[in-house]
């Protein structure tokens, strides 16, 4: 079965900083990778995936995440953080069903 | 595009009663989700439906009944609400497929008085 870990439940990071959160996956084989956001009182929204290819993969609003084989992980970045971007950031992995971590609270300060 | 409706958004309910939320979508995706979200426990998985009828066991079935009669909508039953219990109940749909995004209503927020 698979299953997901992102260590940090709380980062805070200034405006216009850059940004990693960080998200380690379990399973027997490549699974399909997922970043979604969750803005308050809302549902999720996805941010990006991956499967193959370019281990970089682009999202919205300028988030990028990078897929590490040998690691196991597939951390979020963005060069330059805005106030807007505050919210939970959710890494999830699928493989029939979806498993989703226990997700990251992101507080941009200005 | 398209649009999840969770029905009611807020729940009260009375320990030990029955309750019942809805989920509608109208993208006309073949899979359905219900994931209860707890505070630093992330989402986890209630139910699933690949299909019309269809009923699949998540970590978290124990204590809940589900219903997909049409391919529209998934109700999920909490068959005993347990007191001052709160959490959040988010339905998701997508085309089936381990590829394919996850779209998710707003919510329904449980309270147990």
């Known amino acids: 079965a698979q299953s997901v870990t992102q260590p940090d439940a709380r980062v805070t990071v200034s405006e216009g900083a850059s940004l990693q959160l960080r998200c380690k996956y379990s399973?027997?084989?490549?699974?399909?990778l997922f970043w979604y956001v969750q803005y308050p009182r809302q549902g999720l929204q996805m941010l990006l995936k991956y499967y193959s290819g370019d281990p970089v993969v682009q999202g919205v609003n300028g988030f990028e995440a990078e897929f590490s084989k040998s690691d196991s992980s597939f951390h979020l970045r963005k060069a330059s953080v805005h106030w807007s971007d505050s919210a939970v950031y959710f890494c999830?992995?699928?493989?029939?069903?979806?498993?989703f971590g226990t997700g990251t609270r992101l507080q941009v300060s200005p | 595009g398209g649009i999840i409706t969770q029905t009611p958004k807020f729940l009260i309910g009375q320990e030990g009663q029955k309750l019942t939320l809805k989920c509608q979508q109208n993208?006309?995706?073949?899979?359905m989700y219900w994931y209860r979200q707890d505070s630093g426990k992330g989402l986890r998985l209630i139910y699933y439906s690949i299909t019309e009828n269809d009923l699949q066991k998540g970590d978290l079935s124990e204590g809940y009944d589900a219903s997909r009669e049409k391919k529209s909508s998934f109700s999920l039953t909490v068959t005993s609400a347990q007191k001052n219990e709160m959490a959040v109940f988010l339905c998701?749909?997508?085309?089936?497929?381990?590829?394919?995004?996850?779209?998710f209503g707003a919510g329904t927020r449980l309270s147990v008085l």
């Open positions: 999830a992995v699928s493989a029939g069903k979806v498993v």
């Open positions: 993208f006309n995706h073949d899979t």
């Open positions: 399973y027997s084989a490549t699974p399909y």
């Open positions: 998701a749909s997508s085309m089936w497929g381990s590829q394919n995004t996850l779209y």
